[in-house]
C-alpha cells in the first residue's frame, strides 16, 4: 500500500498489549506492523524497515534489549523506544551499549506513549546515529565521555552527583525538546508522583551550578516557566579527545 | 541447648570411666593418701563450680549467638522474600494494566462505564507504581550525599500547603526548628528519598485530620540522632492496629473510607531503615498521632 504515514513497528509478546495499543496508534498516524518478539521484530524490519520501533523489554526468544543492540550492530539507526524505565538500565550503565532513543516504564498514559513517538520522530534524521548512541557529545564548552561518565567545561572535569549526571545526558541526548518534571521523574527517578517534583529542580539548581550556568540566561538548562525544562544548546557529537 | 547439656555430662563421665578402667586392670592396689587442709576445701570447691558455670555460660552464649544468627538470616530471608513477591506482582500486573489502558483509548465510543474503566486503571497503575517503588527502595543503592533535614522538612511543608491552597482547604503546618544552642544536625542520605518520607508523614496527617486541625512538625536531635516527628489532632489509631499500619498496604479498620492505597507508612519505615534509622508512632485513639522519624546525625 502506498502510505505516507510513518511506519511504526510494535513489538510485545502480550497479544492484550499488540491488539489494543496497535489501533491507539494508528488512530495518532502511524502505519503499525507488529511482532511478538525480537526475532520476529528483526525479519519485519528487514521485510519492511519501519520509521521507529516500540519494543516491549522481557519477551521470549530476542528480548527488547538484545534486539536493539542486533539492530545497531547492523549499522541499524531506527529509533526506539524501550518499554521499560530508564533508571533501571543506567544504573547498569547499559543503556548507551544499549543505544534505545526513549523509554518509558508500563503501565503508561497511551497518550503519552504516541508523544514520546512524535517526540522521537521529530529529532531523528533518518539513518543517521542519534544523540542517545553517541560515545561523546559536546555542545560548545561542555564535552561529555558518555561511556567513562565524565564531564568537562572548557577542559576543566567537573563534579556531578550519579542523578545530576543521569539527567544532564538525558536533557542533552534531547535537546529542544520540552520536558515536564513528571515525565522526567518517571522517566529517570521512576517515580510517577509529582510528590517529588522539586527533586528535579535541585538537580537542575547543581548542574547549573557546576555548568555555572545562569538560570536568567541559560546557556545549557532553560527553565520553561512552570512546565519543565528543556536543553537549548546546539549538541553535537564530539570525536575522541 | 538441654540436650547438649546431658551430652557434655555422659561425656564427663565416661571420660572418668575411660580413664579409671586401664587404673584398675593395671595397679587396683595403689591408693592415694593425703590431707587437706581445711582453708582448701572451699578454694578447691569455689575453682571447681567457677569453671562449671563458665563452661554452663559459655555454651549458652554460642547458642544464644547462633539463634540470634538464625534469627537474622530468616529476617534476611523473609525481606528477600517479599521483595521477589513485590517485583512478581508489578511484573505480572503490569501488562494487563497497560493493556486496559490501551484498550479504553482504542475505544471508539464514549461512555461512563469506560471513562470508569479508565479511571480504575490509572487507580490501578498508581498502586502499582507504589508498589514498584517499594520493591526497588529496599534493595537498589541509595545515594548518599550531606542533607538538611530542616530545610527538607520546610520544603515538604511549602509544597503541602501549596497544593492544600490550590486545592481549596487551605491550612497552616507549624514547623518548629531548634537554633539554640544549636540547629538540627545534619545527616548523610538522599534527599529525595527523606522528602518523600516527610512529605508522606504530612500527607497522612493531613489526610486523617479534620480540617483546619493544627500539624506540627519538629525536629530534634538526641544521642546522635535526627529526629522528625509529624503531629496530628486526627482520629488517632486503635493501639491493636498501631502495630500493623508500618507493613505494606495495611490500612486501619477506620482509614478504609478515606482513599489510599495504605502503602504511605511502610514506604516511610522502609526509607527509614535504609538511612540506617527508623519510623516509631505514637497515638490516641480520637487524640491523635505522633510519627517519629529516626536517622543517624552525621558527626560534627
Redesign the interface.
Known amino acids: 500500500m502506498s502510505d505516507a504515514r510513518p511506519r511504526l513497528l510494535l513489538v510485545d509478546d ?1 497479544a ?2 499488540r491488539d ?2 496497535a ?2 496508534l494508528e ?1 495518532a498516524g502511524f502505519a503499525v506492523t507488529t511482532a511478538s518478539d525480537g526475532a520476529d521484530a528483526l525479519s519485519a524490519i528487514r521485510a519492511h524497515p519501519p520509521a521507529i520501533v516500540v519494543s516491549d523489554v ?1 519477551m521470549p526468544n530476542l528480548d527488547g534489549r538484545e534486539l536493539v543492540r542486533s539492530m545497531r550492530r547492523m549499522d541499524d539507526w531506527t529509533p526506539v523506544l524501550l518499554l521499560t524505565q530508564v533508571g533501571e538500565s543506567f ?1 547498569r550503565s547499559a543503556a548507551l551499549e544499549e543505544g534505545a532513543d526513549d523509554y518509558l516504564g ?6 503519552e506513549l504516541v508523544a514520546r513517538v512524535r517526540a522521537i520522530l521529530r529529532r531523528s534524521v533518518p539513518g543517521a546515529r542519534p544523540l542517545t548512541a553517541a560515545e561523546r557529545l559536546q555542545s560548545g564548552p561542555l564535552l561529555v565521555d558518555r561511556i567513562a561518565r565524565r564531564w568537562w567545561l572548557d577542559g576543566e572535569e567537573l563534579q556531578l ?3 545530576a549526571a543521569l539527567l544532564l545526558d538525558y536533557l542533552m541526548t534531547h535537546p529542544d525538546e520540552l520536558h515536564s518534571r513528571d515525565k522526567l521523574l518517571g522517566s529517570l ?5 509529582a ?2 517534583s ?2 528535579v529542580d ?1 538537580r537542575v539548581a547543581e548542574i547549573r551550578r557546576v555548568l555555572r550556568d545562569d538560570a536568567a540566561e541559560p546557556r545549557f538548562v532553560e527553565t520553561v516557566q512552570s512546565l519543565g525544562y528543556r536543553f537549548r544548546g546546539a549538541v553535537t557529537p564530539a570525536g575522541p579527545r | 541447648m538441654r540436650a547438649r547439656w546431658w551430652i557434655a555430662a555422659l561425656a564427663a563421665v565416661l571420660l572418668g570411666m575411660l580413664l579409671a578402667l586401664p587404673l584398675l586392670l593395671i595397679s587396683p592396689g595403689v591408693r592415694l593418701s593425703g590431707t587437706l587442709a581445711l582453708w582448701a576445701v572451699p578454694l578447691l570447691l569455689g575453682v571447681a563450680i567457677g569453671v562449671a558455670a563458665a563452661l554452663v555460660g559459655a555454651v549458652r552464649t554460642a547458642d544464644r549467638r547462633r539463634t540470634a544468627a538464625a534469627e537474622a538470616r530468616g529476617r534476611a530471608e523473609e525481606r528477600e522474600r517479599h521483595r521477589r513477591f513485590l517485583a512478581r506482582l508489578d ?1 505480572e500486573l ?10 479504553v ?2 475505544a471508539d465510543v464514549d461512555s461512563p462505564h469506560l471513562r470508569v474503566a479508565d479511571a480504575q ?2 487507580r ?3 498502586l ?2 507504589d508498589v ?2 517499594l520493591a ?1 527502595l529496599e534493595t ?2 541509595i ?1 548518599l ?1 550531606p542533607v538538611d533535614l530542616e530545610a527538607v522538612c520546610r ?1 515538604a511543608v511549602a ?1 503541602v500547603e501549596a497544593a492544600l491552597t490550590a486545592s481549596g482547604s487551605a491550612r497552616r503546618i507549624d514547623a518548629v526548628f531548634p537554633r539554640v544552642p544549636w540547629p538540627l544536625p545534619g545527616v548523610r542520605g538522599d ?2 528519598l527523606l ?2 518520607a516527610v ?2 508523614l504530612l500527607g497522612n496527617a493531613v489526610k486523617y485530620s479534620p480540617a483546619g486541625g493544627p500539624i506540627e512538625v519538629r525536629g530534634s536531635d538526641e544521642g546522635g540522632w535526627v529526629v522528625i516527628e509529624v503531629a496530628d489532632t486526627g482520629m488517632g489509631i486503635p493501639e491493636a492496629e498501631q502495630a500493623l499500619v508500618l507493613d505494606d498496604l495495611a490500612r486501619g479498620a477506620e482509614a478504609r473510607g478515606i482513599p489510599g492505597s495504605g502503602i504511605g507508612l511502610a514506604l516511610v519505615r522502609v526509607i527509614a531503615e535504609r538511612h540506617g534509622g527508623s519510623v516509631q508512632l505514637r497515638s490516641r485513639h480520637r487524640e491523635g498521632t505522633v510519627v517519629r522519624l529516626r536517622v543517624p546525625a552525621t558527626r560534627a
Open positions: 502480550e492484550a498489549i489494543s495499543l489501533p491507539v488512530r522481557l544504573e508500563k503501565p503508561f498514559d497511551p497518550a552527583t550519579p542523578r527517578w521512576g517515580y510517577d508522583q510528590v517529588s522539586r527533586a535541585h | 511484573h503490569k501488562n494487563p494494566v497497560t493493556a486496559i489502558r490501551a484498550a483509548a482504542a486503571a490509572v490501578l497503575a498508581a502499582l507504581g514498584r517503588k526497588e537498589r543503592a545515594e550525599e520544603e509544597d534527599m529525595d522528602y518523600l512529605h508522606n
